[in-house]
């Protein structure tokens, strides 16, 4: 995969904070599950939460590239700086950028661009995960306004957003994907709370939280794209988001390759490094072949979406293979280093309980694949 | 105020020197290549006093063009605002004398009122060449600077000396090398990295600057890798007195450094 300029020196970038600043915190945010609030600020300051923001709202206006390689670098060092910077630059930036108005760009994008407030996506609810169509949260039309009620489910940055896209029923004598549409809801509205937040087995360090929507009268100014049409904006917001997820777990991959890499060169069993094992070099690998494979497919998914070519399927493609290789290769990481690996001493441990979400936020592997098989059977 | 600040592009730190045997030259494939650390002290002191008095920053590098990913990183995109490369073949092999004779054309081609470099750059270990620079155009020059303070036409400025510091005032212009503690560098931010490309970035050979290298006084005779670290060794004994016994006399007998 060949970089241009802006790429390699935004990667390079990317690298150099994740390095200096993430990687030293990254133990103690999963430990205690605490948000790392001022390295947020840091990447607000360094346009980490603009990347998708075009330029004339404040945002970096990078290539999905950039972004993706961003994403991978932070991820590198910690999945939940990586995940808090994909949720809230494709399902809470973009779905505005793309399907809002001038006025929403305007109010909207500049203070989630600098990062001095985050966007959120609020889609997922207890009873409808994989199957958004079974949305429940209800709007109803009182003048100029909607009139808001339900619930949500595992919203990330929901805590640290200004704003948030709630996606409601807006007809409910329509079913399936029908009659959904979506609002920008500002989290200081009356009747808006953010429930506390959930206790996770990995990304600890990200934000995720139910929401409760009591009588939430949101503006008709505040409406995102046509009624309705909901189902359709979040469908391609996912197909983007499921990139930056791509990017996520390639990070995850890579920072447990090599941590394993260097270990088994150091470690000695029988006499010898461990890395002088047959045994231990297939493992090796099979790992590099895998994390090569999903880098493959996460770029050429970047490629085609910068291309504005079709995407959908390539970005289903490489969400689910890099998220199951991330499973793969952080489970064989914490084979490599032994009972080490099995202890929070080294980060292999983290990082396997962190690839666990790649697999399911914004579709699970299983959903992958049905987005797959229809674009394969062309239905 | 116009500031130069002279930067050199180096293997980043993590970088494996593939040296076996003692070699003329260095085998340099797939090195990653980075802005020389102690230059980002200047380049950062520079971006400080623009933001802090106005002017205009300048980076200068002799190198080649592959320079032009760091200058653009780590200089522009920080807040210099224009970059010269000196490139020329007749530059290869060059010794600090010539490229402080180079960097000198270039320097007096405007009138700076500060000229910064880094202490040194990490892959030579050399630190001559901001040295050189300053005598050469006969400036005063204070070096391994921590900290900086300028006044109307002069400078005062914090030097490291052993065991304490030593504060030294010096008329403008001044040519300075910058020491680590002087700040903290700053990352380029994303939107500044995507319109570095918009600033100005000059190549330019010897003959522009009218300036023919002078011919290296020092030539480079070898390489060698550093002698390969002998295996540890465990010492012990029944006690810690045996232990002490018998490391005692592998140090005197084996070792023979006691
Ligand atoms: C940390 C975290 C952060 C999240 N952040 C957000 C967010 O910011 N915004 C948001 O809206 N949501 C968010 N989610 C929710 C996430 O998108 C859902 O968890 C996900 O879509 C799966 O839904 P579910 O949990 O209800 O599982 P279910 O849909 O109940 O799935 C359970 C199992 O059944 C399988 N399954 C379901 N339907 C089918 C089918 N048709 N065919 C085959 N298998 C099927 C699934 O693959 C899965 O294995 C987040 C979740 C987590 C864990
Ligand atoms: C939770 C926990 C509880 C434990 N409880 C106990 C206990 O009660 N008592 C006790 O004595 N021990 C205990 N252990 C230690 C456990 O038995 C060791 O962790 C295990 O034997 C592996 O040794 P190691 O961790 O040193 O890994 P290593 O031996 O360093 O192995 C690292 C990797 O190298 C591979 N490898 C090593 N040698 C070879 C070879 N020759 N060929 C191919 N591959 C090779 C291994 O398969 C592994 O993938 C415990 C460990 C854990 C994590």
């Known amino acids: 995969m060949q970089l241009n300029e802006n790429q390699s020196m935004i990667r390079q970038m990317a690298r150099d904070f994740a390095t200096a600043k993430v990687a030293p915190i990254a133990h103690a945010i999963d430990r205690d599950g605490t948000f790392p609030e001022a390295t947020v600020r840091e990447m607000g300051e360094l346009g980490f939460l603009g990347l998708v923001v075009p330029e004339e709202y404040g945002g970096v206006g990078a290539d999905i590239t950039s972004y993706a390689l961003v994403v991978e670098e932070l991820s590198r060092a910690c999945g939940s700086h990586g995940l808090t910077v994909a949720a809230h630059n494709s399902l809470g930036c973009w779905p505005i950028a793309t399907f809002g108005t001038e006025e929403q760009k305007r109010k909207y994008l500049p203070p989630a661009a600098a990062g001095t407030s985050l966007l ?11 199957d958004a169509g079974g949305t429940r949260t209800t709007a109803v039309r009182d003048g100029d306004f909607w009139v808001l009620n339900g619930s949500k489910m595992w919203i990330t940055n929901s805590h640290y957003a200004g704003a948030l896209i709630i996606t409601a029923k807006t007809d409910p004598a329509a079913t399936g994907s029908r009659g959904i549409s979506a609002f920008i809801v500002e989290t200081g509205t009356p009747g808006f709370t953010v429930e506390k937040k959930e206790d996770k087995l990995g990304m600890r360090a990200s934000d995720t939280a139910p929401l409760t929507l009591v009588d939430v009268r949101v503006p008709h100014a505040n ?18 988001g499921r990139i930056s997820i791509a990017a996520l777990a390639l990070g995850l991959a890579e920072g447990a390759f090599a941590v394993a890499r260097d270990y088994t060169k150091q470690r000695e069993q029988f006499g010898k490094p461990i890395a002088e094992f047959q045994a231990v070099q297939f493992m090796l690998a099979d790992m590099a072949t895998q994390i090569a494979a999903a880098r493959l497919l996460t770029y050429e998914a970047c490629r085609l979406k910068d291309a504005g070519q079709d995407y959908a399927h390539m970005s289903a493609m490489a969400k689910l293979h890099t998220s199951e290789t991330a499973m793969f290769v952080t489970d064989r990481a914490i084979q490599c280093l032994g009972g080490y690996g099995y202890t929070t001493e080294y980060p292999v441990e983290r990082m396997y309980r962190d690839a666990k979400l790649c697999t399911i936020g914004e579709g699970t592997s299983e959903i992958q694949r049905l987005v797959i098989g229809r674009h394969a059977l062309g239905l | 105020m116009k500031i130069a600040v ?23 494939t797939g090195f990653t290549r980075v802005l020389n650390p102690y230059d980002a002290y200047a380049v950062e002191e520079a971006v400080r006093i623009k933001e802090a008095r106005g002017g205009e920053i300048t980076a200068i590098t002799v190198g080649p063009e592959t320079v032009r990913e760091t200058l653009k990183k780590d200089c522009l995109a920080v807040g210099c605002d224009k970059a010269i490369i000196i490139n020329d073949p007749l530059l290869a092999g060059a010794d600090d004398a010539a490229i402080a004779d180079v960097l000198c054309a270039a320097l007096k081609k405007d009138n700076y009122d500060l000229i910064l470099f880094g202490i040194k750059a990490i892959d030579d270990d050399s630190g001559q060449v901001g040295i050189l620079v300053a005598e050469k155009l006969g400036l005063p020059h204070v070096s391994t600077i921590t900290k900086l303070e300028l006044g109307e036409g002069t400078l005062t400025a914090h030097r490291e000396i052993e065991g304490g510091k030593e504060i030294v005032d010096c008329p403008l212009p001044a040519v300075l090398t910058c020491q680590k503690g002087l700040n903290e560098p700053r990352l380029p931010s994303l939107p500044n990295i995507m319109k570095a490309g918009m600033k100005p970035m000059q190549i330019v050979t010897c003959a522009d600057l009218g300036v023919t290298p002078p011919a290296a006084l020092v030539e480079i005779r070898q390489y060698s890798p550093p002698p390969a670290r002998g295996t540890c060794r465990l010492v012990t004994g029944d006690d810690a007195a045996a232990a002490a016994r018998e490391l005692a006399r592998v140090l005197n007998e084996e070792a023979k450094v006691i």
């Open chain 1, 120 to 130: 959120s996506f609020g889609l997922t609810e207890a009873g409808a995960g994989s």
């Open chain 1, 223 to 240: 409406l995102l794209g046509k009624e309705g049409e909901g189902f359709k904006y979040f469908m391609k917001t996912l197909d983007g």
């Open chain 2, 6 to 28: 002279c930067v050199k592009q180096v293997p980043d730190s993590e970088t494996r020197i593939n040296l076996a045997a003692p070699a003329a030259k260095l085998d340099q």
